[in-house]
């Protein structure tokens, strides 16, 4: 039988197969694709486009603290270090910090913001916008964003109306109180105000940190560059651009503002430093007077000049040490009375490199004031810094006084050289040696006074000529096409998500399916045995019988399986063969193959069919009879083949044994000798002896008579018996009883007849009705 059917080992995985399942569901997936297409259209619709607003910004990291105006250069003696530049990252930090943010949000009105009210969305606008507003807010922990309606009333008054309360109407330019601030609007007259727009009242730092979220600052990683990238998604390119200019200015502000601190503090200090010199300048010159006075003295210089050539060289230098010497003693003094928080006096042309130093410590004094804006003193970094000042404050102090000894021990050796040149002279009167200090300290006044004076015009120059710490490369721009949603991508991921769904879907169902389907399902699990035949879903219309002259893919299913069953039984002479008909559960369709199977051959042969399911039998549905049957032929002796042997009434040469009155005992009956007698006097009397017997795994009755049948026909049925129940087929077959086994799978759906009439492959001389396609669509749905 395995020569004659052609049947050979099948490999358990069919890509064909797999992939047929899926291209079988197209309606399926067509469905899931247009629905996701659909819904990426109104997702494309409905959502606003972002645009990508940049801008980039060169920041400036030299150290121009005062270095264009200062008198000379010096050089650095290693007493500290130099801090260097800005530390980018920190820079990137502060473009983004909650105070310039909250700068911008005040100066453009953010907090104020407008809206078109939509059937579907509501759509914030900016510009163009006929009405604009400023907010106040007395208690910002307690206020609370709110949202209104504003309907123009007339062009001074307008309408503003609130969920839950009354319409109330305002002019413009007068505040609107609220429960903890006040907001102003004001009325563009250029631009008409005729419909309600939603107005929407924010708190500041909400907005504030919605920028901070939004807005992405980054160094040029590429380059290592001085350039930072200010970037901002937005679906108003205009409020976009505005919000990075304004950002760009405010941080400039704030540089310029904390760089002019430190040359307000140094004016202060000279202008302290001028009032005290003028004082003491007055004292000499009185004293200079009254001593010039007292002693009747017209021109010292004169009357000394010869005396005193040998000391004028030494006299120079002493002037001008201590000129230095003041200026150390005057700066040592401050930085031991100022606090960590102040600054020292720069440019004052300290001994030694000490101005840059100083500059150094005052940079880090800024720094680390800028650093507590962000952040607590009990900040790690902020303690690092006041260590870092305490330690430069300590090194500055050593540094003075080491510069102080150095320069009074030289003063001292210069004085003591002077009085060698006046002992050597011999004859200065006293007179003339008091009047050399008097006009030595006023000398040394006069020239402090003069660089103090010449400091506090270049302090007030760098007050007034201040330079932006970002400049400007690219101001804010926007880019035409959206950043998001993107059109392609949105599209595609419909088109994956279309495909992806169902398929995921259908495989979970596949995957659960414990149910025959096709006719490649018993195949796998009974490689060995005939598939007789695949009988497809019978017609509701028409009915589940083969009528005569059927050119039907149902009919023509059951052609198939008869001509099957003939190869089968083609060696049987002198008797007509025997054909059990059994399946593994009930509703699997065995009355109806075998009753349809009945039909066929009874075309050009006589046949009989018998029904021996006694506990449920199913013949009557399609033959009604009220005579005696096979139980009641079994029971009683008495009666005759001939009484049990009832017309069909479809087919002159079909002929019906019913199964009669339900006995108590049917497995009993059907072991009775009667049957064997019975059947083997039919197989004389018909040329097929058909029994429709009851189902394997239900009962035992079946088993009783399977050794009188020449071909079991095992019925499955597609969508309903389970896979796990082939496993018993096997079984079956391998029953001694059982001389050949057949398979036919019942029901199945057109789409899974891959081949034969009506499949992928069919053809056939039937004329059926022309579907059109909607028609098949709905059908498969």
Do not use: C
């Amino acid at each position: 039988m395995d020569e004659q059917f052609g049947l050979e080992e099948k490999s358990s995985f069919d890509l064909q197969a797999e992939v047929s399942k899926y291209l079988k569901k197209w309606p399926w997936f067509l469905l899931s694709l247009l629905i996701a297409i659909v819904l990426a259209w109104l997702y494309l619709r409905y959502t606003p486009k972002q645009y990508a607003t940049t801008a980039s910004v060169l920041i400036s990291t030299e150290d121009s603290k005062g270095s264009a105006i200062s008198l000379q250069d010096f050089t650095n003696l290693s007493l500290g270090g130099n801090m260097g530049g800005s530390n980018l990252q920190d820079e990137v930090a502060i473009m983004k910090s909650k105070p310039l943010l909250y700068d911008v949000v005040k100066n453009l009105n953010l907090d104020v913001r407008f809206a078109n009210e939509g059937r579907v969305v509501t759509r914030n606008i900016y510009d163009e916008i006929p009405v604009y507003g400023s907010l106040e807010i007395f208690n910002l922990k307690k206020f609370q964003s709110e949202v209104f309606t504003i309907t123009p009333h007339n062009s001074k008054e307008f309408k503003l109306n609130q969920e839950g309360t009354a319409e109330k109407i305002y002019q413009f330019g007068k505040p609107v109180n609220l429960k903890y601030g006040a907001f102003t609007l004001h009325r563009r007259a250029n631009l008409d105000f005729k419909d309600a727009k939603q107005l929407q009242i924010l708190r500041p730092d909400e907005v504030v940190n919605q920028l901070e979220q939004t807005i992405f600052a980054e160094q040029d990683s590429k380059n290592k560059s001085s350039i930072i990238s200010l970037t901002l998604n937005g679906a108003i390119p205009e409020k976009s651009e505005n919000i990075l200019n304004e950002l760009i200015r405010q941080y400039n502000k704030d540089a310029i503002d904390n760089k002019n601190l430190e040359s307000e503090n140094t004016a202060k200090f000279i202008d302290s430093r001028l009032d005290l010199i003028t004082s003491e300048l007055g004292n000499i010159e009185d004293q200079k007077a009254t001593f010039k006075r007292n002693n009747q003295i017209t021109d010292l210089v004169t009357q000394a000049q010869l005396s005193v050539e040998n000391a004028n060289d030494a006299t120079k230098q002493i002037m001008e040490v201590g000129t230095q010497l003041e200026m150390v003693n005057s700066v040592l003094s401050y930085a031991n009375s100022a606090n960590n928080e102040q600054l020292l006096p720069t440019n004052m042309g300290m001994p030694g490199g000490l101005d840059n130093v100083i500059n150094d410590y005052n940079q880090l004094v800024l720094t680390r004031n800028k650093t507590l804006r962000q952040a607590t003193p009990t900040n790690p970094a902020v303690i690092q810094f006041n260590r870092d000042i305490s330690s430069m404050r300590s090194l500055i102090k050593e540094n003075l006084q080491k510069s102080r000894i150095s320069l009074q021990t030289k003063v001292a050796g210069l004085q003591q050289k002077v009085n060698e040149s006046k002992s050597a002279v011999g004859k200065f009167p006293g007179q003339e040696k008091i009047f050399r200090n008097i006009d030595r300290q006023q000398n040394i006044k006069e020239a402090l006074y003069l660089f103090l004076l010449q400091k506090r015009e270049e302090t007030s120059i760098s007050l007034a000529v201040t330079t932006p710490k970002a400049r400007v490369v690219n101001p804010a721009y926007t880019y035409k096409n959206p950043v998001s949603p993107q059109s392609s991508k949105i599209y595609l991921i419909a088109f994956v998500l279309g495909l992806a769904l169902p398929f995921m879907l259908w495989y979970i169902y596949f995957l659960l399916d414990s149910k025959i389907t096709n006719k490649g399902d018993v195949t796998r699990v009974l490689p060995n045995l005939p598939l007789l035949a695949e009988v497809p879903t019978a017609n509701k219309e028409t009915g589940d019988l083969v009528m005569k002259n059927d050119l039907s893919i149902y009919a023509e299913a059951f052609r198939i399986l008869t001509t099957n069953l003939k190869f089968m039984v083609n060696k049987i002479q002198n008797r007509a063969p025997v054909i059990l008909f059994t399946s593994s559960v009930k509703g699997e369709g065995k009355t109806t193959v075998s009753m349809n199977s009945a039909l066929s051959l009874s075309s050009k042969k006589k046949v009989i069919l018998i029904g021996a399911d006694l506990r449920n039998p199913q013949l009557k549905r399609y033959v009604p009879s009220s005579n005696a049957g096979l139980a009641d032929f079994l029971a009683d002796t008495d009666l005759t083949i001939s009484e049990i042997i009832n017309p069909s009434g479809l087919n002159s040469n079909l002929d019906i044994i019913d199964s009669g009155s339900i006995p108590p005992n049917p497995t009993d009956l059907l072991e009775d000798s009667r049957l064997k007698v019975l059947v083997e006097e039919l197989a004389t009397l018909y040329d097929y002896v058909i029994i429709d017997s009851a189902p394997m795994m239900m009962v035992s009755d079946t088993f009783h008579i399977l050794a009188l049948a020449d071909v079991v026909v095992y019925v499955a049925r597609a969508k309903y018996t389970q896979k796990q129940l082939l496993d018993y087929v096997k079984t079956v077959a391998a029953d001694e009883n059982v001389a050949k086994l057949g398979v036919v799978l019942n029901d199945v759906h057109l789409d899974e007849l891959r081949y034969g009439y009506g499949g992928k492959y069919g053809y056939g001389y039937y004329n059926e009705e022309h579907k059109s396609f909607w028609t098949r669509l709905r059908e498969r749905f």
